[in-house]
Structure formats: C-alpha cells, structure tokens
C-alpha cells in the first residue's frame, strides 16, 4: 500500500524508466533454425567453444603490458573486476594469470589444453575462488552482450515444448553426413579467428525428440527441424544454466548422479522404463554447466568415483549419465587446491591418470608490498570505519609484515629481509639493480607458497576495529598488538619456530614503522616549500659547478669563489654518503638532471627519492631546535613551544592524513623516541 504522498508510485515510474526493454526482447530472441544458420554465416563467433568463449570473454575487458625488472609483463583487466566494480578485483599476480590467460588460448585454439582439467594449486586465501568466482560472473556478463552471444535449441512437438536439457549448440541438430556441406558453406565467409566446428552428438533427451521424428517422417530431415526453435541463451549460476559449481561433501553422502544426473523415479511410471530420456533429470553439474564453466572447490578432495567422471569428461569431453550412452560436452573445467591436498595425489600411485590429464598452475600469495596494502584497502577503502578513523600507515603495518613471512631469507649476505620486500616493491637500493631482483626471485622457487595469509590479517584489522571501541582512531600499534597476539591461537600455524619467527617479523616491522613516523614528523616540521627549495637549488648549482670543476659567483660579493665543500657534504652525510663516494653521487645527480632535460621533464626537488631524503633531514637538523619535540613529554609546554607544535599537527593533519587523534599520538610517539636519546636517521 503506498503511503499518503505517493511514494511508491513514483518509484514504480523511476524503475520504469530505469528498463531497458530493447535489450530484455535481444536476450530473449527466438526464430527458427534456419533463422539461426542465418545468424551463424554473419556472426560465427556465436557457435564459439567454452573455452573459446571464456578466453574472449577476458580479452573484451582490454589489457596492458608493462615492465618489471626488465620483464615484460600483461595485465589484464578483467581480473580488476570491472563486473563488480572492484570488488572481487585480484592483486600482484600478474604472472599467475597470464599463465592461466596462455592455457586458455591454447585451448580456444585447439591445441590440446583445452582436454585437461585446470588445476589452481596454492595456500589457503590466496585467491584461488576469487580468480574462478570472476571467470564465472565474467561469463555470465558476457553472455549478456551482443559480442558474447549464444543460443539453444527447443524442440516443439505436440507432446509440448521441450527446452533441451544441456543447453545444446542447435548446430549438432545437422546429421553428421550433412555436417561437412554446411561448415563449408560456413566458412566460406568466415573473417573470424576460429573456424565454425559441429562437435559431438545431441545429448539423450533431443536425441530421442530427434529419432522419434525422422521416424514419423519417414527420414525427412527438413520435416524435423520445422519442430526446432532456437533461442538466445543467457548463462547464469543462479539458474544453474551454464555454469556450475561442485562442493565435496562427506563421503558417505557423496553420490556421483550429482555430476551426471539422476533417475526422475516419478516419471518412470509414466514412461515406462528407467531407461527412457524423459523420466531422467540431466540436472548434475556437469550436465547444466554444458557451453560454459564447472567449478570443482576443493577438487581433489572428492571422491575416487568423482574424479574418474572427471578423466573422461575432461579427455573426451563425455560424461555418462546413468543408463545412457556416453554424452558429449562442451565446458571449462576448473577446480582448486591447497598444498597438502596436491601432495596427497602426488603420493597416490591410483591417479596418474588425473594428474596426466591435469594443469596445475600456481597461485602463491602476493610477494609486493603494494599489491598486498591494495588487498586491504579494498576492504577498509574508506579511512573512517564504524565511525573511527585508521591513522596513517595503520594498513601498511599489517601489509608489511604479511608479504614478511612470505618471503624466503635471502641468500645475500648484505641484505636483510626487509630490503628484499623493498627491492620487490620497486624501490632503487644502493648496491642493488633489477637484475638482482631476477636473480632473488630465481633462487626463491616457492616464495609465496607459505606464510601468513591476507585472510588473517583482515580478521585481525576487524578485531581491532570492533575491539578499540573506546578509541577513535585505529593507529598501527593496535594493530601490530592484534596480529601477535593471534598468533598465539592461529589454527594453521602448528610449528613454534614459524610462530617465534612471525613474531620476530613483527619487530622489524615495528623499526620500520619508527623510521616512516619519524619522517613525516620530520617532514611536517620542514614544511616550509620556500626554504628547502632554496636549499636544493644552493646545493645543485654547487654540486654542478664541481663536477664542472668551475667556480660560483657570490651574489653578494660579486667574486668568483670555490663551490661550497662544507655545504655539501652537510646535505650528503645525512644519507650516508662517505667521503670516497661524494663524486659518484654527484655525478649521478648531475646525470639523472640531463636524464630529466632529455625527455623534456624539468628537475625538482623532490624529484630523485635519495637527494630529497638528504635535503629534508638537513633543513630538519637546521630547524629542529626551534621546535623542542621532547617537551611534548613534558607536563609543563609554554605558549611559544605549543603554538609551534600546533602548526606540526595541523600540517600532519592537512598532508599526511592523520586525525586529531592519532596526529598527537604519533607527536607523542616520535617525542618519545628523543627522550630516549634517538636521533632522527632514514635508511
């Protein structure tokens, strides 16, 4: 009933207006069959394969190369999720799925992948269900669209209508001694990259709909197919049309009709016989998933009985319903696994023939830093959660140590763990250079196949969340406290020295959170544009006028004079540059300033990551008296002193993204640090 103002006819107008009835009449197309061969010799690409379809389906969102320590690399967007605007989107494993995009051309092509079960192998949540969740929604969108069309058949006989079970290609409607005729009528006109097939026979329901009528007219094929209707097909997992998903159950209540179909025992008394198509459902997964996609969670956690439907219907593409003749398929068969499950198959003599017939492709957890904060921001996108706000950093904390214990120690004694994460992540190092990170990841053959997985993190950013309700900033100390103190109790970690070296990891984690805060504390209170401008500007005409071996004119002297050692190496000494390297990073900055005028980019400040460091810590160390950072712990701050912190907040608040909160927190924090006797140092 609407209420009094008349509300509810006003949206029932607004939804009105919202329809698209063009596009429901297109999806819901319905001709003849020789409306249909009409359609096929303009469009082909609607008589495409499954694995045809799927791999075209990933190619319509686009892609774009990149490179990466001098490999090059695709991204593909689909796997951003542009369905579901993100929210199923998969971060940092680029490689995995251009390995999995190269299986599926190959198997659009025909060339021998497409007769395999493909197998994503790796830890728990490491994406495995998100990556077939979205070739499933993928599909379903897909087929939606004029480029992602296909169609059915319906018989229509004076018994009724019937909608072919397995949602067959109308092509397989054409005898097999007809077959070659019409493909090459087909094809004669056929600009697309796959050539129009007719694969397999029709399936037992059409097939005895089909025999019954050539019967009745004596063999006159042209008389049958007055009995077809074709229609457009629109895949849908809700409606079990198209794409389907298999889950194991316990072994006393697994039954293979669930993949195959099961006898209609109503219907028999009807029919006849057990054996009859129309007293048999053709509703097992792998019957409704025909010209599209079956999902196997946890595949090899099934039964024996189950997998042994798999080889053929995988090899053969057949399956065998119950009482029936062997039955032609057309789909993608995907599952995944974990690591001790696939050791098990490994170890288990009986099933060399799954494990032939198998492609495994591996989907290790993220190892860039970047990617695995992108995980996390997805779910806590906004800064203000449950009505308190995440300081900065507080993602990047848990982000940091995850992608940790995921890398292997490495083998270089001159670096440490966490300059290996840094050097993943893209960072320039001194020392350093892309070809090691090839040659760390070469060594690394299973980095990523173990540790902490982004799931726990998530449940522990939640616990902190819901737990701190007192507070209203969620800061990265909750946090850090959140994912140590689960450790304790984390059901996948049965091995103490794992446990001690994940809480290990937190500790480096915490160092560098000292050195981040201590930074933009540093930064806030440096603030001042003008002055360190003026300050890189002095140091780049000194630093050019030496490599030059030229003198500078002193603008109040007007005299020729040497360039200025002192203040250089004041700037130089506060990234560690020893005496005996001063003229390589000279050069080099005086090489990367050409680098910058050659593609007509102008050089600031900022601009080179090292130089920006080494000025902001020298304005610091000129202006840090002026602010007594150690008097915040202090009970007794005068005017002066406070004014002065007030502008550091404010400009941490304005630039950085702190609240009111966590700002003083992180002043009280990094206060702390010099009352220790700290000193304010970068790596």
């Not at 045809?52 to 969102?61: A, E, K």
């Not at 057949?318 to 690591?339: R, S, Y």
Request: glycine share 6%.
């Amino acid at each position: 009933m609407a209420n009094a103002n008349g509300y509810g006819h006003e949206w029932i107008a607004m939804i009105r207006d919202m329809q698209d009835l063009r596009a429901f009449r297109e999806q819901h197309w319905e001709g003849s069959f020789a409306d249909y061969l009409d359609i096929v010799r303009r469009n082909p690409r609607v008589a495409r394969t499954a694995y045809q379809r799927v791999y075209d389906m990933i190619m319509s969102y686009g892609y774009e190369t990149y490179t990466e320590n001098r490999e090059e690399l695709i991204r593909y967007h689909f796997f951003s999720d542009p369905m579901g605007n993100g929210e199923d989107a998969v971060f940092g494993l680029d490689r995995p799925l251009m390995e999995l995009v190269q299986i599926l051309k190959s198997a659009a092509k025909g060339y021998g992948t497409e007769r395999r079960v493909l197998l994503l192998h790796g830890p728990v949540g490491s994406a495995k269900s998100t990556i077939v969740r979205l070739l499933k929604k993928g599909l379903e969108a897909y087929s939606a669209t004029d480029e992602g069309a296909l169609y059915t058949l319906v018989w229509e006989t004076d018994e009724g209508r019937m909608e072919c079970p397995m949602h067959e290609e109308p092509l397989r409607v054409i005898p097999p001694a007809f077959r070659r005729k019409i493909l090459d009528e087909l094809n004669a006109h056929n600009d697309s990259e796959y050539r129009v097939s007719i694969e397999g026979d029709l399936c037992p329901a059409c097939r005895y709909v089909f025999r019954t009528l050539m019967e009745t007219y004596d063999g006159d094929w042209t008389r049958v197919i007055e009995h077809v209707r074709v229609r457009r097909l629109i895949l849908s997992e809700q409606d079990r049309i198209g794409i389907g998903t298999f889950q194991p159950k316990d072994e006393k209540n697994q039954d293979s009709t669930e993949l195959t179909g099961d006898i209609n025992y109503r219907k028999i008394a009807e029919y006849g016989s057990d054996s009859d198509p129309r007293a048999f459902n053709f509703d097992g997964e792998l019957n409704i998933a025909n010209r599209g996609i079956v999902e196997f969670i946890e595949l090899l956690k099934l039964d024996v009985a189950f997998l042994y439907d798999l080889l053929t219907a995988s090899q053969e593409h057949k399956i065998k319903p119950k009482k029936f003749a062997q039955t032609d398929i057309d789909e993608v068969i995907i599952g995944h696994t974990n690591e001790p499950e696939y050791r098990k198959l490994l170890a288990n003599e009986y099933m060399e023939a799954l494990r032939d017939r198998t492609v495994k492709i591996d989907i290790p957890y993220v190892t860039r830093f970047r990617d695995e904060v992108k995980i996390y921001e997805r779910d806590f996108n906004d800064r203000t959660v449950l009505g308190k706000h995440i300081a900065p950093h507080t993602l990047e904390v848990a982000a940091m140590w995850a992608v940790l214990t995921r890398l292997e120690e490495p083998k270089h004694a001159n670096l440490t763990l966490m300059q290996k994460l840094k050097l993943y992540d893209g960072r320039m190092l001194p020392g350093f250079t892309e070809d090691t990170v090839r040659e760390l990841k070469a060594q690394a053959g299973q980095e990523g196949m173990q540790g902490i997985s982004p799931r726990y993190v998530q449940d522990k950013l939640s616990n902190a969340l819901v737990a701190h309700g007192a507070v209203g900033c969620l800061n990265p100390f909750v946090v850090m406290r959140e994912l140590e103190e689960g450790l304790k109790h984390h059901s996948l970690i049965t091995n103490e020295r794992d446990r001690e070296r994940y809480a290990m990891l937190l500790n480096d984690v915490r160092k560098e959170y000292d050195e981040i805060v201590k930074n933009e504390v540093q930064r806030a209170i440096t603030a001042d544009e003008s002055a360190i401008q003026r300050l890189a500007a002095n140091y780049i005409d000194n630093v050019k006028a030496y490599t030059q071996r030229e003198k500078l004119r002193n603008p109040f002297t007007g005299r020729d004079e040497e360039p200025d050692e002192r203040l250089m190496r004041s700037i130089e000494e506060k990234i560690e540059i020893p005496e005996s390297r001063k003229d390589d990073f000279r050069r080099e900055i005086m090489n990367y300033i050409g680098a910058l005028a050659i593609e007509g980019r102008r050089f600031q400040w900022d601009s080179n990551e090292r130089l920006r460091k080494a000025l902001e810590l020298k304005l610091f160390e000129d202006q840090k008296d002026s602010i007594k950072l150690t008097s915040l712990v202090s009970s007794v701050i005068d005017a002066e002193t406070q004014e002065k912190i007030d502008v550091v907040k404010a400009r941490l608040i304005k630039n950085f993204g702190y609240c009111e909160i966590c700002a003083t927190d992180v002043l009280n924090y990094v206060a702390s640090i010099f009352a220790r006797g700290d000193v304010m140092a970068t790596r």
